[in-house]
């Protein structure tokens, strides 16, 4: 937040523990020695501290990881501010289909 000044709030999402192992079943890799967390987390869920792991997010299928991501972002988002937004995506793309097609009928090219 400091770096780029732009947010107010920021907000870690993650997968728990629960749903790495069970929930997904995701494989544990090795973990990377020097993280200050590891500690904690291993004496929390009954880990070796000397033998750090982790579980890859990315190990997910791409659309639960995706459904993951929009439920996470879902209450954030402002409906009428989005609404607003499709609205004026959609008016852009048929003004533009519009301009290929008077483009094409004028004997320009659209390749």
């Given amino acids: 937040m400091a770096r780029t000044a732009c947010w107010s709030h920021t907000e870690r999402v993650l997968l728990t523990y629960d749903q790495a192992v069970h929930d997904y079943e995701l494989p544990a890799t090795e ?3 020097g993280d ?3 500690p ?3 004496r929390r869920h009954g880990f070796p501290v000397e033998h750090p792991v982790q579980w890859e997010v990315e190990a997910l299928e791409p659309d639960e990881l ?3 991501v929009l439920d996470a972002v879902d209450p954030y988002i402002d409906r009428e ?3 607003r937004q499709i609205a004026r995506q ?4 048929r003004a533009l289909a519009s301009f290929v097609r008077g483009w094409d009928a004028a004997g320009g090219t659209s390749s």
């Fill in 31 to 33: 973990g990377k020695r």
């Fill in 36 to 38: 200050p967390r590891w």
């Fill in 40 to 42: 904690a987390f291993a």
């Fill in 66 to 68: 995706r459904r993951l």
């Fill in 81 to 83: 501010v989005l609404a």
């Fill in 90 to 93: 959609e008016d852009q793309r």
